[in-house]
């Protein structure tokens, strides 16, 4: 297939873009295989615009004369583009014909599922070469670079052919005495091959965070010997553990007729199973949808905007994942307990927990580079189906298919954290608005295809370039780095009250005069603090966060002043 094919007209003149809070401009518009570019030739500024079509949600059309009156040399038509990081652009383009072709063209190219013919294998940024090395982290590192994992726990290649979990990469942390035989016998025993792993080993105490897909019990309550053993190699006998199923007991037991199911106490006796309901799918996508409804309503109405947001349920479902993450972390912190986290298939829900666990009890995975590592460990290398999920934002008109938003979930929490903690997070905000648009329209291939079986397919590794290690070299790198960030080695521990928990403006009015307002507030804080540095030197690690406590007063008040405004 070429794009040729799919582009109906290419370039249209005397084009009027308009874009949130900006004036009208006209200019040249052009339709690419990949992009869609505006030049506003007048004031001899090129570059006004330029979308990745695979951005784009939903389009919708506006054409003088459609209903088959004859056209007039004054016929036009207007394109109201929804991107999915909830961008809304007008275009007012001359000429009945030509709308339609572009409208036409744009739905077309947009929603290309072929993974090859996706931009990310044709783009070249100059900082990178196809010849530097792929990814940030992989389990070899992370074995190696863990030396308390040694005694009880080993490396498998048992997935290497990705036979035994397509979902998994091919190189796993297993308990040392369990051999690859059992392995094999413990995967089918688990939905889609996705046997207990580890993700976390506590630094403190050596307890550990695994995640698994549930277990295939059906309703006959099926048994498997080696899924067992695996599990109690991770624990002594005179150990307890924890399961913690992200689906409510009624949820599982439902499961468990339709041939899944949950570790029974009979079977698992050391292990202890606790059930914390969080949605998923369908109805995590809807939520998301009301959101994005409500927080695009114009009525300037407080009541309604209050009821909107509250029917949307999303900050409901921040709350769920916090809670959870939580349980998970005292588990391992304060109990001194390993936790098996589970739902379903595991990769949704799960990855969740576990991400949200680490950034709570890890002080690594709070810097810049630990906290892309463990995405990139977390739900790149471990099977979040990224293509599936990411497929659709909240403005598709398409059926709801197997989209979900769960890595922006994931993203609303690490910034619920970020704001509560804004010492103990090295990154910015700015990074995480970054990667909620790069999750679903993006220039690299690191969320390309639903897990590394794929990625492996269709060369994705030798032939796209890496997002995370764009992100640690690019000359914007400061932007993404908090300027108040002061290492801790203690827990963070976040609250989940209904007060602690806000909206995540930042993203979800980010086309708003709010955003404006914000932007101006970061430029000031960066200020403030590279006054304050000049004055009093750099920063000393050792100290407690209350070094930064006037500069963070400062930037509360400031923060504060121009939200009102």
């Known amino acids: 297939m070429e794009f040729s094919e799919l582009i109906k007209t290419a370039n249209v003149e005397d084009v009027l873009l308009k874009l949130p809070f900006q004036p009208a401009v006209s200019g040249t518009l052009c339709l690419t295989g990949h992009h869609l570019l505006f030049s506003d030739r007048a004031e001899q500024r090129s570059g006004q615009l330029l979308l990745l079509l695979r951005n784009i949600d939903a389009v919708e059309k506006s054409v003088e004369n459609l209903l088959g009156y004859p056209q007039t040399t004054g016929s036009s038509g207007t394109i109201i583009i929804k991107c999915k990081d909830l961008r809304i652009l007008q275009l007012d383009i001359p000429g009945m014909e030509e709308c339609l072709n572009i409208a036409s063209s744009i739905e077309a190219l947009s929603s290309l599922e072929s993974v090859a013919v996706m931009y990310p294998f044709f783009h070249r940024p100059r900082e990178l070469s196809l ?5 940030l982290s992989s389990p070899e590192q992370d074995y190696t670079q863990t030396e308390r994992l040694w005694d009880r726990w080993r490396l498998s290649k048992v997935n290497s052919d990705f036979s035994v979990c397509p979902s998994y990469p091919d190189t796993l942390i297993v308990p040392s005495s369990i051999d690859d035989d059992t392995l094999i016998k413990a995967a089918r025993f688990r939905q889609g091959g996705r046997f207990p792993v580890l993700c976390y080993c506590h630094h403190r105490n050596s307890m550990v965070i695994m995640r698994s897909s549930q277990p295939l019990t059906g309703a006959n309550r099926k048994r498997c010997r080696e899924d067992e053993l695996l599990l109690q190699a991770v624990i002594d006998e005179s150990e307890m553990g924890y399961v913690v199923d992200t689906r409510s007991a009624q949820q599982a037991q439902q499961a468990r007729m339709m041939g899944g199911g949950f570790e029974s106490k009979s079977c698992y006796q050391n292990w202890k199973r606790l059930h914390r309901h969080m949605e998923r799918g369908k109805v995590l996508q809807e939520s998301l949808i009301k959101l994005v409804e409500a927080c695009g309503d114009l009525s300037h109405n407080m009541d309604r905007w209050l009821s909107k947001l509250e029917n949307s349920k999303w900050l409901t479902h921040v709350h769920s994942a916090l809670s ?31 991400t949200v666990a680490q950034l709570i009890l890890d002080p690594a995975s709070r810097t810049f580079r630990g906290f892309l590592e463990l995405l990139e460990k977390e739900w790149v290398q471990a099977g979040h189906p990224f293509q599936l999920r990411c497929a659709r934002s909240a403005y598709s008109h398409a059926r709801l298919r197997q989209e979900c938003p769960s890595f922006l979930l994931l993203l609303d929490c690490v910034w619920q954290l970020w704001r509560q903690f804004p010492l103990a997070l090295e990154f910015s905000e700015a990074l995480l608005l970054r990667l909620a648009q790069e999750a679903y329209a993006s ?10 079986q794929e990625r492996g397919s269709f ?31 203690l827990a963070i521990w976040p609250s989940v009250q209904p007060q602690s928990l806000q909206l995540w403006t930042g993203l979800f009015l980010r086309w708003t005069e709010h955003a404006e307002n914000m932007n101006e507030a970061r430029e000031e804080i960066w200020t403030i603090v590279k006054e304050h540095t000049e004055r009093t030197g750099p920063v000393e690690t050792t ?3 209350l070094k930064h406590c006037d500069t963070f007063s400062a930037m509360e008040n400031l923060t504060d002043e121009l939200t009102i405004l």
């Open 324 to 354: 959870t993450a939580g349980l998970v972390a005292e588990c391992v912190e304060r109990d001194s307990h390993s936790v098996l986290v589970h739902g379903s298939e595991g990769t949704d829900t799960t990855l969740l927990v576990t």
């Open 543 to 545: 100290h407690t966060p």
């Open 131 to 135: 010849k530097d090395p792929r990814g």
């Open 459 to 489: 060369g994705v590794r030798e032939n796209t370039h890496c997002l995370f290690q764009f992100l640690l070299n690019c000359a914007e790198r400061e932007q993404y780095i908090n300027p108040l960030y002061e290492p801790t080695d």
């Open 443 to 452: 220039d690299y291939g690191t969320f390309l295809c639903n897990n590394e």
